[in-house]
Each structure stands twice: as C-alpha cells, then as structure tokens.
C-alpha cells in the first residue's frame, strides 16, 4: 500500500508516472519472458554497445572535458560488454528451478524454488562510469526478466543522450525507459514504488535514496564507497605494490569508488613506498598537462572540492608531494598527490577522496594496522600486498569490507563471477553475474503435493495414537 501524500510535479523528459504504468502494465502481460527473449535482449544491448562505442567514448570524454579513451574502453565498454556475453551464456543454467528437500515427517511432496522476474526496476546511475554503471545493473534486470528504468546523471549530459538515443534504438519504452534530468528528478525517480531500486554514488545521498523508497517498501541495493584502505606488508617488493596502487588510484583520475583511498605503509618503509609511488605514477604518466592518458576531474565543483582537501591537510600539517611540480596545471586536470604525516582531523582522512590524492598511514604492527580498519566505518573495497598466504588469510578473515584484492586493486570488480557490494555505509546488497540475477529476481518457494495427502492423519480431533508417533518419531 502506497501513501497518498501528494508529490510536487517536478521537470523530466519524460511523465515519469506514465512510463512507470506503461511498464507496469507490459510486464502484467509477459510477467515470465522465456530465456530466449532474455537472450535477445542481451545479444540487442551488446551489439549496439559495440556499434555505437565510438559515439559513446566522445560523449563522454566531452563530459569530463579530457576523459581517457583507453579507460572509457578497458573500464567502460569492455566490462560491460563481458557482463552481458557471461550472462547469455549462463542465463538458462540461472532461470532452472531449484529442487529442494521435503522433510520425511511431509511426504510425498516435493519443494523447488522458481526465480521470477520482480516487476519494474529503477536504476540510478552515477557520473564517474556512466556506461558502465547504467550498462551493468540493466544487464542483471533484464535477465532477470524485468522492465526498467534508469536514471543518468545530470553531470554527464552528453553521454546521457547518447546513451538514451542507443537504448530507445534498442529497446520499446515498454521495456527499457531512459530518465533524463536534474535532482528533482531524481527525488521524483526513487519515491517511485519500484519493485527494486539500484543507486550507485555517494553515502549521503544513499541515505536519502533509501528514505524515498522506504515509502514504498521498495527493496534497495545501494552501490555506495567508503575509504578503501591498501596495506603494503613488511616483505611485499615495493616497485610492485606501488605500481599496482598508482594504477588503481590514477584510473580515471582516482574517480572510482573502489579506488584505494589510503595506504597502511610499514613505518620504516614509508619513504621508500612514497619514493616507489612517484617512480610508478611517472612511468604510467610522463607528463599530465596535454597528455591524453590522463583523465581530467569531472566538473569544476569536484576539483574544487579536492583542492580544498589539500589546502586543509597543508594547513593541519601533512607533507603534501605534488607528484609533478615542474608543470603548470592546465584544464581541470589534476595532477597525482602523495600526502604524508596525516592525521584524523583532516577531511581528507575522513571523507571518501574520489581523485588523485593519496595519504599514507605508518604502522608498526600488521595486528596494528587492522585495528586502524576495523575501528572506522567498513569500506567497499580492501587491498593487501603480501605473498604470505597465512598473512593474506589473517587480513581476509579480520576484516570487513565488501570485496577484497589481493595484491592488485580493482580487477575484482571486473569479475562478472563475483559479486558486487558493499557492507554497512558503503552498501547493501549484490549485482554483478548469478548475484546479479537472483537479486533482480524473487526466489519463490513452491511446495506442491498430489492425490496423495498423509498429512490428514496428524488433523484434529488431536491426542490420536498416530499422533503420538509422530511426535515420538520427529520430536526428538
């Protein structure tokens, strides 16, 4: 049941009411799409993806003003393409109902589970992947068997029309909906009643999602960040981890939620971790200014925004390194940050960073270092470097953060046979490959029995001496 308090009527490109009842109403008439149509979609989506991937690398690189084409494609495209391909592939294995057990004491019957498609999903998509981030939930929905609707981000509108234009190509508004607009919209869009509502960004605004879907008893899986935190161990090669964590944190200029946001560093080999970091960064990068492998922050507000967490470290006293002193800036590319001498009053220390701006935190003790985890809110994504298999375990097994990496950041999130979430305020919930499936999906429980009804010996009037057996048998 639904309240009838009256929502103000916002601005769209689209009567987000009437798209919402028009695919209602569609999937009233097909509400168990056969795999075969699901594999159509799927097969639909990933051939206009890979049609139209030049379109959409310079929608968004005018987006960003300076975005990668490597990265849209190797963070963007090629996951998302992969995402759908896993799915096809696995989808009738997924959709088979699941046999259960029938307890002795009801028998004969026999119990399975059906997954049924939801209804009508919305999916709020943020602006630092926009393809896939839209591309990868709408995967998990439409094999599912759902209808949907997505929310782009004001912050990309280029690549929002684009990715619009291709989806309406694609798909009957009946069946994929592609909502275009500001915050209001977006307010409107999650206080729709959804029979499922995704939202990736951040924990602030996460909040505010899952009151507005509170109102309709919506499900949510929120996608949220957090500060993902690397620890380098006492005997891991230093030019290895530093490589690999420059990697992860230089990607889209540090825009992804599941960058590493800080580095638990053995106290005696901070300097030389930070010395590592440079050497890395500048082989990945040369130079930043006119360099075309290096992606610009987002819009003017994010870069204020970061350049605000420098000057507030500076002025509490961290060493801030500009990886690239000798360049002048230029646009709104920001370059790489070392931030030493941190502490926990600096904003940078306790806000999610999303850019290029890296703290290291000494520690003494590997047990040192996951207490300084553990004692602060559990994050997205948690990074270890050590080939020590028992160290590796001891992190894994005193930790808790939604996915863990050994020894690389950010590739777990590209394995579509893994799941993707987070845990307390960086999310709830899974999408991403079977995950994905079951949680656009409800798993009903179906017992069924026939003529045969055994059951009628334990009816009333009770104290018979079948009775007693019975309970002799199986309460025990």
């Given at each position: 049941?639904t ?9 769209s490109d ?27 979609w799927l ?5 206009a993806?890979?049609?139209e991937?030049?379109?959409l ?8 003003a300076?975005?990668?084409?490597d990265?849209t494609l190797?963070a ?13 592939r ?12 029938v ?18 999903v ?10 896939f ?16 609707m ?15 234009a291709?989806?309406e ?5 009946n ?9 209001e919209?977006?307010q ?21 999602v ?7 008893l919506?499900p949510?899986t ?7 935190p690397?620890i ?8 290895s981890?530093?490589?690999?964590i ?11 939620c599941?960058?590493?946001d ?10 030389a971790?930070?010395?590592a970091y ?20 987002i ?13 507030d ?5 961290a ?26 009053d ?9 850019g290029?701006l ?11 270092a ?22 590796q ?8 953060s ?20 987070g ?17 656009f ?5 179906v ?14 009037p ?15």
């Amino acid at each position: 049941m639904t309240s009838s308090i009256a929502l103000p009527s916002v601005y769209s490109d689209l009567d987000l009411d009437a798209t919402f009842a028009l695919q209602r109403q569609a999937f009233a008439g097909n509400p168990m799409p056969p795999a075969a149509q699901r594999r159509q979609w799927l097969k639909s989506l990933r051939e206009a993806l890979l049609a139209e991937q030049k379109g959409l690398i310079e929608a968004i690189d005018a987006d960003f003003a300076g975005r990668s084409a490597d990265e849209t494609l190797l963070a963007e495209l090629l996951p998302a393409v992969q995402g759908l391909r896993h799915a096809e592939r696995r989808l009738q294995r997924w959709m088979r109902p699941s046999r259960r057990q029938v307890g002795l004491a009801f028998q004969p019957a026999s119990a399975q589970v059906l997954y049924q498609p939801l209804g009508v999903v919305g999916i709020i998509v943020p602006w630092n992947y926009p393809v896939f981030l839209a591309i990868g939930p709408l995967t998990c929905a439409l094999a599912a068997g759902n209808r949907v609707m997505l929310k782009l981000s004001e912050a990309t509108p280029a690549t929002g029309l684009a990715l619009k234009a291709l989806l309406e190509r694609v798909f009957p508004a009946n069946l994929v909906s592609v909502v275009l607009g500001d915050v209001e919209v977006g307010q409107a869009f999650a206080r729709l009643p959804f029979d499922h509502l995704l939202f990736t960004g951040a924990t602030s605004v996460g909040r505010q999602v899952m009151l507005a879907a509170a109102h309709n008893l919506t499900p949510v899986t929120l996608e949220l960040g957090g500060k993902s935190p690397a620890i380098v161990s006492p005997g891991v090669p230093l030019d290895s981890a530093a490589e690999r964590i420059a990697f992860g944190k230089t990607l889209n200029a540090g825009q992804t939620c599941v960058a590493p946001d800080y580095v638990l560093v053995p106290r005696d080999r901070v300097g030389a971790f930070a010395d590592a970091y440079r050497r890395a960064v500048r082989r990945l990068y040369p130079r930043i200014a006119d360099n075309r492998d290096y992606s610009a922050i987002i819009n003017p507000r994010q870069l204020q925004r970061l350049e605000q967490l420098l000057a507030d470290a500076g002025d509490k006293g961290a060493q801030v390194l500009d990886l690239y002193p000798e360049e002048a800036r230029q646009g709104r590319q920001l370059p790489p940050h070392l931030l030493l001498d941190v502490s926990d009053d600096m904003h940078v220390m306790q806000d999610e960073i999303f850019g290029p701006l890296l703290p290291l935190v000494p520690y003494d003790t590997l047990e040192g270092a996951l207490a300084y985890i553990n004692q602060r809110p559990r994050p997205l994504a948690l990074y270890f470097f050590g080939y020590d298999r028992s160290e590796q375990a001891y992190v894994v097994n005193h930790t808790h953060s939604g996915g863990v990496c050994l020894n690389d950041t950010l590739l777990q999130v590209a394995q579509d046979d893994l799941p993707f979430g987070g845990i307390g305020p960086s999310g709830m919930g899974h999408y991403h490959g079977h995950e994905g499936f079951l949680t656009f999906s409800k798993a009903k429980a179906v017992l069924a029995k026939q003529r045969i009804n055994l059951a009628r010996l334990i009816y009333p009037p009770y104290g018979k001496a079948l009775q007693r057996l019975v309970y002799k048998l199986f309460i025990r």
